[in-house]
């Protein structure tokens, strides 16, 4: 005897229902118009302080937001040179050098061994420095002054990179904390029991395996110092020559230093965003990876 078997029909996907197709379409149209606002709303003022920086002055007064007629380049000479950006610029690539190395050496170690180990005090002093991410940095510039005037290291550049190091570790140490205990124990475990040391095993082994995250947060320091205006302006103000960027170009906006001259303020802003664009677009990938590696472990 022969039983014949009927299949069961399958599922059309095609036939959904039509009000979810209907609300589905709805949803990504709002979700891609809510994505271009947000491109114009970011990209937007950089765009036009870009092509601002190549109009003169009287082009800027008469129409702020028209196209340049032509493109005037010794707007970035005049800035440069006249007014003082290459020296600021400089200035703060100095002090960046000093305060990123400091910052990633110190926070990596600090997070590597609250991850890492355990000891009486270790979830104490994770949460101090957690604690110090929420510690508004104005309420702290009367005592900082102090301090850095106590030990001589008021308009100083070694003053100014330990105060941004002060600044940026609670978060860097906060943030690589959490990426290390991520990392897998077991190889950690090999290098002791080859005979490793615990700097050796850091340095040469669980250093490079936190790449991305060391990547990531690197980034975000970069941008953060190099934006900071508040303690340069205030452990940084005896000499005009020793301002760093943000200070240099706050100060030429408002004494009018460029006399006049808007294309060259604006061709200053557009050199001190170019860093930071560059350097987030060479490490992009990097930044990602450092940010979801967490989740997909």
Known sequence: MTTT???APRPDSAAAPRGEKESGGTLNVFS???LV???????????????TAFRPSAEILSDPMGWPAAFHWENFTNAWSKADIGRYTVNSLVILCGSLTGTMLLGSMAAYVIARFTFPGNRFIFMLFAGGMMFPVILALVP?????ENFGLLDTRPGLMIAYIAYSLPFTT???????RTLPTGVQEAAMVDGASHTRTFFQIMLPMAKPGLVSIGIFNFLGQWNQYLLPLLLNNEEEKNYVLPQGLASLAVSQGYRGDWGALFAGLTIAMLPVLVVYAVFQRQVQAGLTSGALK
């Not at 606002?37 to 092509?51: K, N, S, T």
């Not at 906060?174 to 290390?180: E, K």
């Open 5 to 7: 078997a009927t299949a």
């Open 32 to 34: 891609h118009a809510f």
């Open 37 to 51: 606002l947000w491109v114009v709303l970011a990209a937007g003022p950089l765009i036009w302080v870009a092509l």
């Open 144 to 148: 900082l002054f102090a301090v850095m």
């Open 174 to 180: 906060f943030f690589l904390t959490s990426f290390f």
